[in-house]
């Protein structure tokens, strides 16, 4: 950039000589020849030092740009429920993709203007000064007058910016729901209300980005007017001062140096006024990035006192449990929650809806931390595991079973990557997923699409239990995970748990009794709280809420059996 700002500073003076030689009569072929070569040498290295500073300018913007999407990356990896809910899926699309492309244009920009806008504006200034002091005076009109509009352009820019950038979030959450729910838009025969919404959302961007760009509209005609009108100002007075014989005199060489100068000067204005203007959207997307980076991760494993952990046992303790989604809420989602459940026995969970049954399992591998109270896993505070080890002991089948792009092996391969096919077969036929698997062309290299749209439902609950299995936990949740599986399926799938895992603490948390009828303990939950342990038989004899639930699962009169 030095070479190539040093070359353009250097051009005018040269055309400058050359002109006064041949206004002079001075001139001769080889004058001429050797200004021209001189001429071609600096425009040469110019064109040398213009292709490296582009080169590095856009290898170190994009580097940078690779660093921070991997460190917003890395931290959104990090993130708990709790902070992955503050952000909408679409606006962290938006963050990781857009706003660092902004940032990594306007890095590129200012690594190249840095040196280059700066540079040659003061060597311009400088040897405009030094060509003709007085002349230099128009200057002291026409840049504060640009100053001040450079001023208005950014301010009233940055916000708009702020707000298309918003927008955006707005429409890339719009599409991503839409794209994810395709199944759910078509069977309720939606497209028209989806196409209404994306197109108010496609709108409001439309407009926030008119109003964003009617700002810098103005800036290219603006900046022409003052150029032409400096340009004009210029020639007219150097003009008078030729024809008038001012001393010192001043030749037409000396003119076209000087306009070219003040032509360098507002161009390198025009160019910080992109830098600036520029700057404002670069500013907007900074600070979106910069709120994923700045969030606050509520729960990590740095003050672990036992990093060297592990979950040998699977024995699990709630001591005084309680727990709130939004911190100033009254409300309670558990409460005062104290529960004991030993290495190695199977534990049902049933209730109704919203009554904290994924919550309370969630607590165990740390997705939330409680509010009130501790959570014991053989014994162990969980916040006292790094959440390496506690994780790794804990296999959990979520309500929503998500596969991934890739081979039904790879999926399964996640609960152990190290899997020979023979361990992973076994977990495949514990989960009752065996047979279907084998029944596809290519078997177990069968390729699933994102979210594993081409299995069913049972299918799919059926992958993520094996895949679960294959990890071989210490203590395995199935949140509600068989509730696309016929009953016969899932009592063998039952009876896989008990070989397979008999040594492993399982939680069943189920919306039929039958899931959980045979389990050692079962645990009732409403409004968040436990309202009642014990086995089936006992359960259905004392508790008014376990046996409302079985009454209307097997469609019994109000009464009968009581």
């Known amino acids: 950039m030095i070479v190539e700002v040093i070359g353009e500073v250097l051009m005018p003076m040269f055309m400058g000589h050359l002109i006064n030689r041949a206004e002079s009569g001075t001139l001769t072929v080889q004058t001429s020849l050797g200004y021209s070569g001189l001429m071609i040498l600096t425009a040469l290295l110019m064109m040398a030092g213009g ?9 170190a913007s994009i580097n940078y740009a690779a660093d921070v999407r991997e460190d917003m990356y890395k931290k959104i990896q990090r993130f708990s429920f709790a902070n992955i809910d503050k952000f909408s899926t679409g606006s962290l699309v938006t963050r990781l993709t857009n706003d ?13 203007m840095c040196l280059r806008s700066p540079g040659i504006f003061i060597g311009a200034l400088f040897m405009a000064i030094r060509l003709r002091p007085s002349l230099s005076l128009v200057l002291l009109v026409t840049i504060p007058l640009l100053a001040i509009t450079i001023a208005f352009i950014v301010k009233t820019s940055f916000p708009r910016f702020s707000t298309m950038q918003e927008k955006i979030d707005s429409l890339n959450s719009t599409i991503q729901e839409n794209v994810t729910n395709a199944r759910v838009v078509k069977s309720f025969v939606r497209e028209d209300f989806e196409n209404d919404k994306f197109i108010s959302a496609n709108k409001d961007l439309k407009n926030a980005g008119l109003s964003a760009y009617k700002v810098m509209i103005l800036m290219g005609p603006f900046m022409s007017l003052f150029m032409n009108i400096t340009t004009a100002l210029v020639i007219w007075v150097g003009s008078k001062i030729i024809l008038g014989g001012a001393e010192p005199p001043m030749q037409v060489g000396d003119l ?9 000067i507002l161009m390198s204005l025009m160019m910080l006024t992109m830098m600036f203007v520029m700057s404002s959207r670069a500013i907007a997307s900074a600070k979106r990035i910069a709120e994923v980076l700045d969030e606050d991760v509520d729960i990590t494993d740095d003050d672990a006192s036992m990093p060297d952990a592990v979950v040998k046992n699977g ?12 911190k100033n809420s009254e409300d309670s989602v558990l409460k005062n929650i104290n529960l004991s459940i030993k290495a190695g026995s199977t534990v049902g969970i049933i209730g109704s809806t919203g009554c904290g049954k994924t919550t309370l399992v969630s607590m165990i591998p740390r997705l939330y931390d409680a509010d009130e ?12 595991y790094k959440l390496k080890n506690l994780r ?9 079973n998500i596969l991934f792009s890739g081979s039904i092996e790879d999926n399964l391969k996640w609960g152990n990557e190290f899997a020979t096919v023979e361990e992973v077969e076994s977990a495949a036929r514990s989960a009752q997923a065996d047979s279907f698997i084998k029944s596809f062309s290519e078997g177990y290299k069968t390729i699933l699409e994102q979210g594993g749209v081409n299995v069913s439902g049972g299918q ?17 949740i199935l949140d509600d995970s068989t509730s696309a599986v016929d009953t016969a399926t899932e009592a063998k799938i039952r009876e896989a748990f008990r070989t397979s895992l008999k040594n492993s603490t399982k939680i069943i948390i189920a919306q039929r009794i039958s899931s959980v009828k045979d389990a050692d303990v079962i645990i009732v939950m409403n409004d968040g709280k436990i309202t009642g342990i014990g086995n089936h038989e006992s359960l259905l004899a004392n508790n008014t809420e376990y046996n409302e639930i079985y009454y209307s699962q097997n469609e019994k009169e109000d009464g009968e059996g009581r």
Not at 392 to 400: A, D, H, N, S
């Open 100 to 112: 660092v492309t902004k940032l990594r244009d306007f890095v590129n920009t200012l690594l190249r």
């Open 51 to 59: 292709i490296g500073g582009a080169y590095y300018g856009a290898k």
């Open 373 to 384: 109270g501790e959570i014991l896993v053989d014994g162990i505070n969980v916040k006292d």
């Open 460 to 476: 799919k609950q059926r992958l993520c239990i094996a895949r679960a299995l294959l990890k071989e936990p210490k203590i395995l």
């Open 392 to 400: 790794e002991g804990v296999g959990m089948v979520l309500q929503k």
């Open 315 to 326: 024995d699990i303790e709630f001591r005084n449990v309680s727990f709130r989604y939004y």
């Open 256 to 264: 076209s140096q000087f306009v070219s100068y003040i032509n360098q």
